[in-house]
């Protein structure tokens, strides 16, 4: 919907900005990841080495490489229920085993962060904490707050 839309592009610039001296690209565009054989995932944000990105290596399906960190955004639902809670896990799940290295879980409804890194405990914080994204610190609330489409939400 127009919220996560509003989000995704506040937080995709915000990023772009923040991470391209040391060398990534931040996508943000519900972007396809072929995991496996009948295993396709939309991701809302994935972030990427400059390398890893090219025309020569472009390809009109789903990218079928793990990007360095994905950010999630849902307006849809409390992350409260058993059955939403065990989707998030296992995307999460599916996206680290496949070789993402941070999974980042912004929800709207409760106002809270679920940050998970490959053998470390999973975290979930809330928007006015502060998150770390591929070595870069910043707390959600305040990013939001800055963007004028964005702004007292």
Not at 18 to 22: K, T
């Given at each position: 919907g127009m919220l996560q839309g509003l989000i995704i592009d506040t937080l995709t610039s915000y990023l772009k900005l923040?991470?391209?001296?040391?060398g990534y690209r931040v996508l943000g565009l519900e972007m396809g990841l072929h995991i496996d054989k009948n295993n396709n995932f939309s991701l809302?944000?994935?972030i990427f080495p400059h390398t890893a990105l090219s025309l020569q290596n472009a390809s009109l399906g789903y990218i079928n490489f793990p990007p360095k960190a994905v950010i999630e955004v849902d307006t849809k639902a409390d992350p409260g229920t058993a059955e939403q809670m065990d989707y998030y896990h296992t995307k999460t799940q599916?996206?680290?085993d496949f070789g993402v290295g941070e999974v980042l879980w912004i929800f709207t409804h409760s106002r809270k962060i679920m940050y998970a890194r490959g053998n470390q405990p999973w975290i979930i914080v809330n928007w006015a904490d502060e998150v770390a994204?591929?070595?870069h610190h910043m707390v959600i609330s305040d990013v939001l707050a800055?963007?004028?489409a964005t702004a007292g939400f």
């Open positions: 923040a991470l391209a001296q040391q809302d944000i994935a599916s996206l680290l994204i591929l070595g800055d963007d004028p």
